[in-house]
């Protein structure tokens, strides 16, 4: 009886042991399971078929930080042309989209009522110049016969009486003469103003530029607050843009620019930093700085939406990668290392990245190969057969690339954003 207790305390140990591994290895193997679907197709896989891939070293680079912000392009300069004065348009020259010089004449005003005042003023001009003369020679006989009664009177050969009778001629000579040049004076302001009224009737480009509103219609009345043309300046234009306040000291005069557009995608125009406001908008703690961009093409037109790009910080000689060898897995970011025909899943540690390289701050050593093209389908242990970027291996498809961090959703994948709204 006491051998038979024994026994059965025995098998009853045996079985709990057996219970107690295999719960151990169910655990185990549960653990395991998020990573090995993360992993997906970048588990071991020391029996698949041999890859070809293309690798390129880690090594030493520069790596720039972009800040990429939101604006649109708008003129630089910008003049609206009114009309000089009241009147029937009687012809315009120019319309929308037209290029015009400095100097250009834009549109006429009907000018025959005024020609007709001009030369009614002009001959009055001449006529009161002419009186003026006539009286300005009579006060001069007046004078010259005042001298001459004067003397005659001191030596005691004239009277009194013929003394005050050219003096009063004299004073009465005088009267006359600035009369006379009042009336000038008003007849000449009257004919400089119809003069610059005339001039008023040619309405001229004051700069250089293109059209961007309709002209009025020919036959139609105009009055000063009547736009004749807008003229903008579209040699140059400007982008605005919102930095924030902890980038503000990576900004400068002069300094380069990178702008795109959606009307000539894959297309960068250069421009540079040109003014940076003096305050900070306390609501949304940014600095407005205002880029300018030649546009001698005309390419570029105000009211374009503009994507710029601008470098925050620079780090040389840095251990970097290109940015398509980065994957990011549970757990970190990794790359493909090939060792003696293997590729190998190394976990790195990354810092900066630049549009086409990203730093590497732990995991590589300098020289060492990583996969750049075909990765997506690779296994850990998987034989390869690597290519370097000169092997003539033609470049796979955009398929079969790797795939992009999860926190980006454009082109602008490799590049440590910024974002900023235009003004």
Do not use: C
Request: charged content about 30%; aromatic content about 4%; hydrophobic content about 40%.
């Amino acid at each position: 009886m006491k051998r038979l207790s024994w026994k059965w305390i025995t098998l009853g140990l045996v079985g709990l042991a057996f219970v107690v591994l295999v719960g151990i290895r169910i655990s185990s193997s549960l653990k395991k399971e998020p990573e090995r679907q993360a992993m997906g197709p970048f588990r071991r896989g020391r029996g698949a078929e041999t890859v070809s891939v293309r690798v390129e070293p880690a090594k030493r680079s520069t790596v720039e930080v972009l800040g990429v912000f939101s604006s649109s392009l708008q003129a630089e300069q910008e003049m609206e042309i009114m009309a000089g004065m009241a009147g029937r348009l009687a012809a315009v020259n120019v319309k929308e989209g037209q290029i015009v010089k400095r100097g250009t004449l834009l549109a006429r005003l009907d000018d025959k009522e005024l020609q007709l005042q001009f030369k009614q003023i002009s001959a009055r001009l001449q006529a009161s110049r002419a009186s003026l003369r006539q009286v300005e020679s009579r006060l001069q006989r007046a004078r010259a016969d005042y001298d001459r009664i004067k003397q005659l009177f001191e030596r005691k050969a004239a009277t009194q009486q013929e003394l005050e009778n050219v003096r009063y001629q004299v004073e009465n000579a005088e009267v006359d003469y600035a009369v006379a040049q009042t009336q000038l004076q008003q007849i000449e302001a009257d004919y400089e103003l119809m003069r610059l009224r005339l001039q008023n009737v040619n309405i001229e480009a004051p700069i250089s530029g293109v059209i961007t509103s309709t002209p009025p219609i020919a036959g139609g009345h105009v009055n000063t607050s009547t736009l004749i043309a807008r003229i903008t300046v579209l040699d140059s234009l400007e982008v605005v843009f919102n930095v924030p306040e902890r980038d503000i000291n990576k900004i400068k005069l002069g300094q380069k620019l990178l702008i795109s557009t959606d009307a000539f995608p894959g297309r960068q125009f250069e421009g540079v930093v040109h003014h940076l406001e003096a305050a900070i908008d306390p609501q949304t703690r940014t600095m407005a700085v205002r880029g300018r961009v030649a546009n001698p093409q005309l390419q570029l037109r105000p009211g374009m939406s503009a994507r710029v790009e601008i470098v925050l910080d620079r780090k040389e000689n840095i251990l970097a990668v290109p940015r398509e060898a980065i994957m990011l897995l549970a757990g970190g970011s990794y790359v493909y290392t090939v060792q003696e025909n293997r590729a190998k899943l190394q976990k790195v540690k990354t810092g900066v990245e630049g549009r086409e390289r990203v730093e590497i701050v732990e995991g590589l050593r300098e020289g060492e190969m990583v996969v750049v093209v075909g990765q997506q389908d690779l296994q850990d242990g998987q034989t390869v057969v690597p290519l370097g970027a000169g092997d003539g291996e033609k470049r796979p498809r955009e398929d079969d690339r790797p795939p992009r961090r999860p926190d980006r959703d454009s082109a602008d994948a490799a590049i440590t954003r910024r974002g900023g709204r235009a003004q």
